[in-house]
């Protein structure tokens, strides 16, 4: 599991190893200075930093949704395989209708699914064209993560297909990703 800088680093019982690259001692915790994976070389903990890759086929990733159409909806796409990307290096994925949901394709209404500024987590299908890579929520993990409603309160899901505003109690269409924790 990658370790954000300052966050506390789990250490297994025992003596306390000697702290490498990638690590400081503060408030009787080891933590991690860098992004990046935890691992002991001999006696030594270190973390070795995580370098920022581009999309590849089943790479998961995390995007906004910038753009919508009746037949897709474009993303900037932020984090690859759990690595954030540097502020200005985003990529552009696309969702299409047929790659939203793997049952009834020909029924999704892009605009049901997804909304302008939604956080989205999605797997690369492929390459796509010159421009963009097409993208896949077509699993019951992958979906929208994070929306804000029309009213501006973070929803909140409730099936796959809805999530609920807690300001107002309205309820908006969304393809939902099932939380990582149920």
Excluded at 27 to 45: F, K, M, N, Q, Y
Excluded at 72 to 89: K, R
Excluded at 156 to 172: A, D, N, V, Y
Aim: a positive charge; one cysteine or more.
């Amino acid at each position: 599991m990658a370790s954000l800088p300052g966050q506390p680093i789990p250490l297994s019982r025992g003596p306390v190893p000697q702290l490498g690259p990638g690590t400081y001692y503060r408030d009787d915790t080891v933590r991690a200075s860098l992004v990046g994976i935890p691992h002991t070389e001999g006696s030594t903990l270190t973390i070795s930093r995580l370098r920022p890759h581009p999309p590849a086929p089943n790479s998961v990733i995390l995007g906004s949704i910038t753009r919508l159409s009746p037949m897709q909806a474009m993303l900037s796409i932020t984090v690859v395989d759990g690595v954030p990307l540097p502020a200005g290096e985003e990529f552009t994925g696309v969702i299409r209708t047929q790659d939203v949901r793997a049952t009834e394709k020909d029924r999704v209404k892009i605009a049901d699914c997804f909304r302008g500024g939604d956080v989205v987590r999605g797997v690369v299908i492929s390459l796509g064209d010159a421009r963009s890579y097409f993208i896949t929520t077509a699993r019951n993990d992958l979906g929208v993560i994070f929306a804000t409603s029309e009213a501006g309160g973070t929803m909140e899901p409730l099936s796959w297909q809805e999530m609920r505003c807690p300001k107002t109690g309205k309820i908006e269409r969304r393809k939902c990703a099932k939380p990582e924790n149920l």
